[in-house]
């Protein structure tokens, strides 16, 4: 009786785990791909499905909804040897398990592969300032470039995103020093192009004033030679008022010298008498 209890017990044991190999639910957002005796059988969609014990073997789980693959940084050389620091986020989508399993060793690592070397040589074929204001540009061309090497993979490119596109190190250092060059220089440049102007500006005062000084005495000298005119009109040949008003100046300037704060000595002519009679005496 003891026997028989053992193999009952044991027969129901093997049942329980048949049906446990034979059943199987499949969570929704992904396909299980089926192998019977190593090779491809078919695939389970989400809900109940029911296979062979012992012969189908479940050998991979596949998640069929978006995969978002983080692509590391990397550095990359530009057209004028400019060395930049980039990376990037795919968003990807299995849809041919099969392909997926059977056409690639491992398809998230080959499309991160992918995606970096068509970086590298997208880039490759810019100039520094193209790159860094081009990230649509290249995010575009990154796309269509890898989307039929994934759809030999049963994947689809949904998205590739640039998330940083940026000059290494030395890089920056260099474009700081240059900038910082660019900017002595044009105040440099400002500086020059006013002391020009400021010495185009006092050289045109200088000849104004010039011209100006040159008129002045040329009407000072036209005055004086019209007053000349006008007290020879006026004289004559009559001297004695002209030798009265030039002895009255020279009384008074020697008037105004002698009462100066500043006259320390007089000098008078030894014949004052002889020039004054002189001056004032009539033909």
Do not use: C
């Amino acid at each position: 009786m003891s026997d028989l209890l053992i193999v009952m017990i044991a027969v129901l044991i093997f049942v329980v785990i048949t049906i446990a190999k034979g059943v199987r639910l499949v969570p929704q957002g992904e396909e299980w791909i089926v192998q019977r005796l190593g090779k491809y059988h078919g695939t389970l969609m989400p809900g109940l499905n029911i296979i062979i014990p012992y012969l189908d073997d479940i050998a991979y789980r596949l998640v069929t909804k978006d995969i978002i693959l983080d692509v590391q940084e990397q550095e990359v050389i530009t057209r004028d040897n400019a060395v930049i620091l980039t990376n990037a986020v795919a968003f990807i989508k299995v849809t041919d398990p099969v392909k997926a399993v059977y056409g690639v060793t491992d398809f998230n690592e080959a499309i991160r592969n992918l995606i970096m070397t068509t970086l590298r040589s997208i880039i490759g074929e810019m100039d520094l300032d193209q790159a860094l204001s081009s990230r649509d540009k290249i995010k575009a061309r990154l796309r269509e470039s890898i989307a039929d090497e994934a759809v030999d993979w049963g994947l689809t490119v949904k998205s590739v995103e640039i998330q940083d596109i940026n000059p290494s190190e030395s890089m920056q250092r260099a474009m700081e020093m240059q900038a910082a060059a660019e900017r002595e220089r044009k105040a440099m440049v400002t500086r020059a192009e006013g002391e020009k102007q400021s010495a185009v500006l006092q050289a045109e005062a200088r000849l104004e004033a010039a011209k100006r000084d040159a008129n002045a005495q040329v009407m000072l000298a036209e005055a004086s030679a019209e007053a000349i005119r006008r007290i020879a009109a006026a004289v004559g040949d009559n001297a004695v008022p002209v030798h009265y008003v030039l002895g009255e100046k020279y009384v008074s300037a020697l008037r105004d010298l002698g009462e100066s704060e500043n006259a320390k000595m007089v000098l008078l002519p030894a014949d004052l008498q002889a020039a004054v009679r002189g001056m004032f005496a009539t033909r």
